[in-house]
């Protein structure tokens, strides 16, 4: 584990509220806000460069202990492997702000993918929360599903059971790897709205 990290149990949001459209700037069936951020190397990714892919958002903090759970347990790997193995544009979004619980340089984005194995299509660094604030970001982690078109298709928890126990993740409904399954079969989400669960996001204020 590095070293730097430390798993908190505080500031720990098990059933985030959501409430009608969920968010002030994000809501199903509506296109999903474009930002432009920087990566783990240094390179700029705006969410319109990929405008023509399926694209999940993943907000992450390595210190929280619900990303440990399903990092750890190889669960959000393995599920971003299937879908980048099936064209999909998977970021993960760290929003934490310098000196708050889970804030990671470039470097230290990387030591963490390489911890665990993890191979999104970028980590992107939002240290003044700009992105995060844009989705209404709540916790960690809190995942987004966006079509080929830019429209938002599922918004919430990772999955439907909010513990920190690895044994849980083989009994819970992975909602994301459902909303993808029924984009890429061009059905409609069966469950575009779930409550996400997880620590709260480290924002600056």
């Known amino acids: 584990m590095l070293s730097h990290i430390v798993f908190y149990t505080a500031s720990i949001l098990t059933g985030a509220a959501v409430s009608?459209?969920?968010?002030?700037?994000?809501?199903?069936?509506?296109?999903?806000?474009?930002?432009?951020?920087t990566d783990s190397n240094g390179k700029s990714h705006s969410l319109s460069d990929y405008k023509g892919s399926i694209v999940v958002l993943e907000w992450n903090n390595p210190g929280c202990p619900f990303m440990h759970k399903h990092y750890a347990s190889g669960n959000i790997p393995k599920q971003q492997a299937a879908a980048l193995a099936e064209g999909v544009i998977w970021l993960a979004i760290n929003s934490g702000a310098p000196g708050k619980q889970?804030?990671?340089?470039?470097?230290?984005?990387?030591?963490?993918?390489?911890?665990?194995?993890?191979?999104?299509?970028?980590?992107?660094?939002?240290?003044?929360?700009?992105?995060?604030?844009?989705y209404n970001a709540r916790t960690t982690p809190h995942m987004y599903v966006i079509d080929?078109?830019?429209?938002?298709?599922?918004?919430?928890?990772?999955?439907?059971?909010?513990?920190t126990d690895q044994a849980d993740i083989p009994m819970a409904t992975q909602y994301v790897t459902q909303a993808l399954g029924e984009l890429q079969s061009a059905k409609p989400v069966s469950v575009p709205v779930s409550r996400p669960y997880g620590c709260s996001v480290k924002y600056a204020d």
């Open 148 to 163: 080929k078109a830019g429209v938002l298709r599922y918004m919430g928890g990772i999955d439907s059971i909010a513990s």
């Open 102 to 134: 889970g804030h990671l340089d470039g470097d230290g984005a990387n030591a963490f993918m390489a911890e665990f194995h993890s191979k999104p299509t970028a980590y992107l660094l939002d240290p003044d929360g700009t992105a995060g604030h844009l």
């Open 20 to 37: 009608g459209s969920a968010a002030a700037n994000v809501a199903i069936g509506k296109t999903a806000p474009d930002f432009t951020l």
